[in-house]
């Protein structure tokens, strides 16, 4: 990190006294630490992966990832990350992370995303009402290696191209033009000014500074964009509610994915959005006091974060042209955490933990972000429908699935530019195929592992492995 700070807080991030008057270092500085690195860890080295032979039993790990949850809705997490390696892989950010433990890094941390899977990227809209595609999952975001956030992400391609039918060549390729967009992308952003690497948005349908869009992928990003442009409060309020006798509106029950809360839950929410208020810039506080809340619900979402508690709360404004749909998520220790040894915790509250590196790793985020506690729980809280949708990468073959491998690589690499010296992550990497060919290894390795987790996954449940949960 730069020579700048002074006093370091978590690993090589950032200072609670900065020096202005230092000495920065230039473009050509960074860029030769950074390739002096490669002497210290080799960036064949990365390629070289295989299960510890002391490696913890995977239903095992599993399980630990569990604790704390609302126990009764274990079984349909296990259900849903069971329904292929995929799903898997998904619901298993601390396997992952407890198999990086041994790998090697450079020890350059920046703030991560830390499940960088390719589900997570997607498109949203900026506080200007503009379509963006970035990523767009925060839970597990922390100070770590940015080499963890890479690997995920290569092994995310890999094991979704076994889904999509690529075969072990195609993989391969799939995943060095994920490496190559990280590569790419990051050495442009190292001659760009500091203030400039923050001003950057990757707008969809908008030319590609990087690589030019195969049809096919320009095909799929238009449907998903007209799908986002009909995702927002306005067009969520029919489909998720309905006025009652009292002429209410209420949410419409799908159990056990959305269910009502009791009237004691629901006061608490309140509570908890009153407090978070006071965590939202003070503009946006005035905006806040504009709405009421009229209804709450519980809502189950996503596969790893199936177990978390998550609420559904709808305001109305003015009139019934008015609403706005909070999600009030619970945010737990991020699941590479026990992983990093001696991290400092520069977050006690977890949902600022997540609000921090929503900020710190999206180039436009919600205006609505912010934290609260509820019965002694940490919650973030951010708008249910911002003009968001995800890209169905079982759309993608080809040229379509590589491009978007690409696109995602490219992003994460903007992502960490913002919070570190992208120059050594550059110098590091290079733009050669050494890299790419060693992260390509990786991938197809942990990909193989992957397969073997799910299927012991598979066989825990029918065998009865897990405990049936106690009632709510």
């Known amino acids: 990190m730069p020579a700048r700070i002074t006093k370091k807080i978590s690993a090589d991030h950032y200072a609670d006294r900065i020096d202005l008057t230092a000495p920065v270092p230039n473009v050509q500085e960074l860029h030769a630490q950074g390739k002096a690195l490669r002497q210290e860890v080799a960036r064949e080295a990365h390629g070289e992966w295989k299960p510890d032979p002391n490696r913890k039993n995977v239903i095992d790990l599993v399980k630990l990832s569990n604790v704390g949850r609302q126990q009764d809705l274990i079984p349909l997490k296990l259900e849903r990350m069971a329904a292929s390696p995929f799903a898997f892989l998904r619901g298993a950010a601390g396997v992952m992370a407890y198999d990086l433990m041994p790998t090697p890094t450079i020890g350059r941390h920046v703030v991560i995303a830390g499940d960088a899977h390719i589900n997570n990227f997607g498109i949203y809209g900026s506080a200007q009402r503009e379509l963006m595609f970035d990523i767009n999952d925060f839970d597990e975001a922390l100070v770590g290696p940015w080499e963890w956030d890479l690997k995920r992400l290569t092994a995310s391609v890999n094991v979704a191209g076994r889904g999509n039918g690529l075969n072990a060549r195609e993989r391969a390729v799939a995943v060095m033009e994920c490496v190559t967009g990280y590569q790419e992308n990051m050495q442009r952003l190292e001659s760009i000014g500091t203030l400039d690497v923050w001003y950057l948005h990757a707008i969809p349908g908008k030319s590609n500074v990087l690589r030019k869009v195969p049809p096919k992928a320009t095909a799929v990003i238009s449907k998903v964009a007209s799908k986002a442009m009909q995702s927002d409060n ?174 995602c690589g490219a992003i994460l690499a903007r992502a960490h530019a913002r919070t570190s010296d992208p120059g050594i992550i550059a110098g590091y990497c290079g733009t050669s195929r050494p890299f790419r060919l060693s992260l390509a290894a990786w991938a197809e390795a942990y990909g193989d592992q992957t397969e073997r987790d799910h299927a012991a996954l598979v066989a825990a449940i029918k065998e009865g492995a897990f405990r049936a949960p106690a009632k709510r």
């Open 234 to 407: 306005h067009a969520l309020l029919p489909k998720m509610a309905r006025k009652n006798r009292a002429g209410e509106w209420q949410f419409l029950e799908d159990p056990p994915i959305l269910t009502l809360v009791s009237p004691a839950t629901k006061k608490k929410l309140i509570a908890a959005l009153e407090q978070y208020a006071f965590t939202l810039p003070r503009e946006r506080r005035f905006m806040l006091t504009k709405y009421r809340v009229v209804d709450a619900a519980h809502r189950v979402v996503g596969v790893g974060s199936v177990g978390t508690r998550a609420y559904l709360v709808l305001l109305i404004g003015k009139n019934d042209d008015d609403p706005l749909f909070l999600q009030v998520k619970e945010a737990v220790t991020p699941a590479a955490d026990p992983y990093l040894p001696n991290r400092h915790r520069e977050y006690k509250h977890q949902g600022q933990r997540v609000i921090v590196g929503h900020h710190a790793l999206q180039a436009a985020s919600d205006v609505m972000l912010g934290w609260t506690r509820m019965d002694g729980r940490d919650f973030y809280v951010r708008q249910m429908k911002n003009l968001k949708a995800s890209i169905p990468i079982e759309w993608l073959t080809g040229d379509s699935f590589n491009f978007y491998g690409y696109a």
